[in-house]
């Protein structure tokens, strides 16, 4: 039985605005999305018994039921689309869980592109799209993968042309944060009724410049106060950031990581290796859109869970 595999890349949110609260519960947003080179790989083999199975490497970070967004992705296709097939799915999970880095949602999308290949379903685009949308706010971006807007709930999705590669230190304090708790605990003022402009018209500052580049300064996440006064530790991390000669330094998403941009990998290197041991730091590198797009290739003879360690 030939197996496939895809990797499944994290991402930081340059920029996060909140413009209101929405009557389905939602919040309205407008972020910049950028994928990172810290990768989850997910590899799958089709079973003709009708049973999904998920084993993730390591053990106890993440729970392999039906929580779990890979096999919600494997329950929507099977449900879209007939299919009676099942599969067994191997998770090596590098990508920290509950730090606004996207893991669960870029494992969602990589499982959608995975299981279309293993069932040869031949979806499209804009189905799979549809059913990214269904599965997550964040999901849609890892279809498409490198610098882009969201829109709506952050799912409405415009790549943007590629960004020159930064360098990005990754700060994951021991904390894990719940984005729903972090979007209902945002003060009236920012979540208060979305008042239904179209989002083109909508007020904000310039995410680009005049040359396209990005517009550093003007950019902000509206989660940070929140997560940062229910979660000191995540202001000590912004604190240790800022400290340094970083071109932007911000939560991501809902955090509770952190980062700070570099355009030298040296310095960024030299600014992690004096943050506090208690975090989890990664040196990482912005990806461009080819080479964040998700590939599904056949596994390598061998190639397993265990071998990726
Ligand atoms: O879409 P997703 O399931 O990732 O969102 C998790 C939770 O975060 C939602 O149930 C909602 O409470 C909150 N959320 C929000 N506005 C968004 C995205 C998420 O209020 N744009």
Redesign the pocket.
């Known amino acids: 039985m030939t197996s496939y595999a895809v990797s499944a890349p994290a991402k930081i949110n340059l920029h996060l605005e909140v413009l209101g609260r929405r009557s389905d ?3 309205e ?1 407008r972020t910049l999305f950028i994928s990172i080179d810290l990768a989850d790989r997910l590899r799958a083999s089709r079973s003709e018994n009708g049973v999904t199975t998920l084993h993730i490497d390591p053990e106890g970070r993440l729970s392999p039921d039906e929580d779990n967004l890979i096999i919600k992705a494997a329950e929507l296709l099977r449900r879209n689309t007939g299919s009676r097939a099942g599969a067994n799915i191997f998770l090596n999970k590098n990508i920290p869980v509950g730090a606004g880095l996207g893991g669960g ?1 870029s494992d969602a999308a990589a499982a959608l592109v995975l299981l279309d290949k293993v069932w040869g379903l031949g979806l499209d685009n804009h189905d799979l799209m549809q059913m990214a949308a269904a599965l ?3 999901v849609p971006f890892f279809l498409h993968g490198g610098l882009a807007e969201g829109r709506g ?2 799912d409405d999705i415009r790549p943007l042309p590629d960004l020159r590669s930064c360098h990005v230190v990754v700060v994951v304090p021991k904390i894990a944060v719940s ?2 708790s972090v ?2 605990s945002l003060p009236p003022s920012l979540s208060s009724e979305y008042p239904g402009v179209t989002p083109d018209r909508a007020p904000g500052p310039s995410i680009f410049g005049k040359d396209r580049g990005p517009s550093w300064h003007n950019y902000r996440n509206d989660l940070e106060a929140v997560v940062v006064t229910r979660w000191p530790e995540v202001g000590r991390v912004l604190a240790s950031l800022r400290d340094s000669a970083a071109i932007h330094v911000a939560m991501t998403g809902s955090g509770s990581a952190s980062f700070a941009v570099f355009e030298n990998r040296q310095a960024a290197l030299e600014v992690a290796a004096g943050l506090d041991d208690s975090w989890t730091v990664h040196v990482v590198s912005t990806l461009g859109r080819n080479q964040a797009r998700m590939k599904v290739r056949p596994a390598a003879r061998g190639e397993g869970v265990r071998s990726w360690k």
């Open positions: 519960g939602y919040h947003l949602s997550g706010s964040d709930r952050g984005t729903a979007f209902a």
